[in-house]
């Protein structure tokens, strides 16, 4: 599996969602800035991408993620 179809599947799952991914072959590393995580808890913003990737982990396609997630306005702030 390819980062570019990580990103793709998450994008396609989360609205508004830019990824951010690195990594290669089953294990990767995302960051993900949506709108769609406001108010949410880390718990839940990760379980959110998880659910994007489930079919994938369930495969074996992805055996390891490491998940960053952010609303736009967290990651602003993280890069000031």
């Known amino acids: 599996m390819q980062a570019?179809?990580?990103k793709s599947i998450i994008e396609?799952?989360?609205a508004?969602?830019?990824?951010?991914?690195e990594g290669e072959g089953?294990?990767?590393q995302v960051v993900v800035?949506?709108?769609?995580?406001?108010?949410?808890?880390?718990v839940k913003k990760q379980q959110m991408v998880y659910a994007t990737l489930a079919?994938?982990?369930?495969d074996g396609s992805i055996h390891a993620l490491t998940i960053k997630a952010y609303t736009p306005?967290?990651?602003?702030?993280?890069?000031g």
């Open 16 to 21: 508004d969602a830019q990824v951010l991914p």
């Open 33 to 42: 800035i949506s709108p769609a995580f406001a108010g949410l808890s880390p």
């Open 73 to 79: 306005e967290q990651w602003q702030a993280l890069q």
């Open 26 to 28: 089953c294990n990767f």
């Open 12 to 14: 396609a799952g989360i």
């Open 55 to 58: 079919e994938r982990i369930a």
């Open 4 to 6: 570019s179809e990580v």
